[in-house]
């Protein structure tokens, strides 16, 4: 019962004191009326709220930037219809919609949605007389979850290929995708060469100590997503999305890593990963906290062992700066794709040691900015 519902039935039965006290006949029908036409409003909606069920659909593949049309299949198992049926959605971040359930269903249009995961809560069904005396609220279906996906672009050529960033003349596919890590150490064998002797461990023992090593696959290409400037971030996501799109396509082994706060990281060695990565882009935040280059510092990490590294960031400081110099000095791959376009006095740096710089900005054409020869940064 509603609170006008309360009131109503409130006042038939102050009409119906009054009638008694001053022995009106004409009240009593006036108090009998009020008062049933509350109580049949109570009946009606609670007849009509039986056991209805609910169903989602519209929730398929969604690019960004596009509209995402719900409709909502409500079936009522009850005999008596309900009077009138009002679902009550909400997902993720996204405002609150009211949608109108008529014949069975209902449909609304979330229009232009931004890339991102959106939960749908279980839908709130309202259930009230036209009069608005009785109401009854139930909450049906399961959580579920739309996914929307950045808006890739093919790219048939990358600024980082060619010209004197092509190591040579050799491709950097063609390199061997492996190193060598230090598995343990073990005592030396008589006739065993020295350059394989681990040095701090035989002087700590006091005799020749050799390094034995594995052979550890390494991905030829990491694409490292910086997540800590939220209002670039969708772009830079587009872009670092297209650049690792275009390394699979190549058959290249690549991975994706992001400075978020979780840190996620998706090698893509298969078709199946690609699904995976393009699952991650969609969902990350930009709520990255640490700075860049620290991913950089540590020689175990996905990034700073990868044959080739792409960074994409908004923001270039001297830290970042010198450890991109350092890897271009040591003849690994190193490219830097900058977001937003402000004027940062690093990228001369950069251009200068042979690290290949593309600006991308806002309402740039990615194909046109990624796919093109670098330009010198003014």
């Known amino acids: 019962m509603t609170k006008r519902g309360r009131g109503v039935l409130a006042l038939g039965a102050a009409v119906y004191v009054v009638a008694w006290v001053f022995g009106s006949q004409a009240l009593y029908p006036v108090a009998t009326g009020l008062v049933a036409a509350v109580l049949l409003a109570v009946l009606w909606v609670r007849a009509g709220a039986r056991a209805p069920s609910l169903r989602r659909h519209g929730l398929g593949n969604v690019l960004e930037g596009s509209d995402v049309r719900i409709r909502l299949e409500v ?104 190193g060598y890590e230090l598995h343990s150490v073990r005592e030396h064998m008589q006739g065993e060469s020295l350059r394989a002797v681990h040095w701090p461990s035989t002087a700590r023992r006091g005799r020749l100590m050799v390094k034995e090593l594995e052979d550890a696959p390494r991905d030829e290409v990491v694409v490292l997503l910086d997540a800590t400037d939220p209002p670039l971030f969708d772009l830079a996501v587009r872009a670092a999305g297209s650049i690792l799109r275009a390394h699979v396509q190549r058959g290249r082994r690549c991975a994706l890593v992001v400075n978020s706060s979780t840190r996620p990281t998706q090698a893509v060695h298969s078709a199946g990963d690609w699904h995976r990565v393009f699952e991650l882009l969609a969902a990350v935040e930009p709520d990255g906290r640490t700075p860049l280059y620290a991913l950089l510092q540590s020689e175990a990490g996905v990034a700073a062992r990868a044959l080739e590294l792409v960074v994409v960031t908004s923001r270039v400081d001297g830290a970042l700066s010198d450890r991109l110099v350092q890897r271009a000095l040591s003849r690994r791959g190193t490219s830097l794709v900058h977001v937003g376009g402000a004027k940062e006095p690093q990228l001369l740096r950069l251009q200068s040691a042979g690290v290949p710089v593309a600006v991308v900005r806002p309402g740039d054409d990615l194909v046109e900015a990624l796919g093109r020869q670098e330009a010198r940064v003014a």
């Open 75 to 178: 079936a009522m198992r009850s005999v008596v219809p309900p009077p009138t049926l009002v679902a009550v959605e909400r997902a993720g971040r996204l405002p609150e919609r009211n949608v109108e359930i008529a014949h069975g269903g209902g449909r609304y249009v979330l229009p232009e949605v931004r890339r991102g995961r959106y939960v749908f809560d279980p839908v709130r069904l309202s259930i009230e007389d036209p009069f608005g005396l009785a109401r009854v609220e139930l909450v049906k279906g399961e959580q579920e979850a739309l996914v929307v996906y950045p808006r890739l672009v093919d790219l048939p050529a990358l600024f980082s290929e060619g010209g004197s960033h092509a190591q040579d003349g050799r491709r950097l596919l063609m390199q061997r995708p492996t």
